[in-house]
């Protein structure tokens, strides 16, 4: 009762410590407190076994609750054989609850760091309410120090994960217009190809047509008439005016 932050010490400053040796070695602090809440949290709770055998932490009497644990060991550093709240039980299985939810959410949130932040939430939340079943000093506020710094911790850890999430959401918005014009524009690009490829066939065709036309009229006499066949019908072309024109016509009709 007489001790400094307790466990929040090392929910506090553990990663505070990891982060600075993170910045140091050139590591992702975020992802580096996301790998670490679990452990962390699992630690936490295996921890609290010691306390139940213990007897550490008192709990607020409970002579009526089926569930109260009394300590009837002469050196128990509990309360000797009185009912109790097993408080360092209920965090016990806090503590393992929120493993099991960050186990299952691993890589699966939206932004680094988000893990860790949500491992603040839960247990600080979770350690304000179990702390009403422990014999603790009032601090403040009718609180105790536990039940001040779970306020201050969960608030933090609450405002930066709505933080995070509205960034991964204006992140997956841009994403997903930059992926919509992206896809439009390889489109566009596989039309305007595909147009470019028509008119080169076109300009193709219209310059084989014009050598082919343009071999059938003999250049040593301007003024002879030649007959051409086309779709089987028979036509004279006279080459003083036509010559160039219906070359030009030709391909202007084909490209």
């Known amino acids: 009762n ?23 070695r050139g590591f992702s602090i ?9 452990p962390l949290v699992l630690g936490m709770g295996i921890g609290r076994l010691g306390d139940i055998i213990n007897g550490e932490h008192h ?9 109260s644990v009394r300590y009837t060991h ?9 009912p109790v709240h097993l408080a360092v039980g209920y965090e016990m299985l806090l503590d393992f609850a929120i493993f099991a939810v960050l186990m299952r959410l691993r890589w699966k949130l939206p932004h680094d760091g988000m893990m860790f932040w949500l491992f603040g939430a839960l247990y600080s939340f979770g350690r304000f309410f179990v702390t009403f079943y422990r014999q603790d000093t009032i601090f403040a506020l009718n609180l105790t120090q536990a039940q001040v710094m779970s306020f201050l911790v969960g608030s933090a850890a609450v405002w930066v994960m709505v933080f995070q999430a509205s960034r991964a959401r204006k992140r997956a ?7 919509a014009q992206e896809a439009t524009d390889r489109l566009a690009l596989r039309h305007t190809g595909s147009e470019a490829l028509q008119d080169r066939h076109h300009s193709r065709r219209g310059a084989r047509f014009a050598r082919s036309l343009l071999s059938h009229i003999p250049n040593n006499d301007p003024l002879e008439a030649v007959e051409m066949r086309t779709r089987g019908a028979s036509f004279k072309v006279h080459l003083d005016y036509f010559k160039f024109h219906l070359v030009q ?7």
Not at 59 to 67: E, H, I, M, R, T
């Open 2 to 24: 007489e001790g400094g932050l307790a466990i929040f010490g090392s929910v506090v400053f553990g990663p505070l410590v990891g982060a600075i040796y993170s910045k140091r």
């Open 74 to 82: 002469p050196n128990t550093l509990g309360e000797f054989d009185r």
């Open 173 to 179: 918005a841009t994403q997903s217009s930059s992926d």
């Open 249 to 255: 016509l030709a391909i202007q009709v084909l490209v």
């Open 30 to 38: 975020s992802k580096l407190l996301d790998v670490g809440s679990a």
């Open 59 to 67: 709990g607020s009497p409970a002579p009526d609750f089926p569930l």
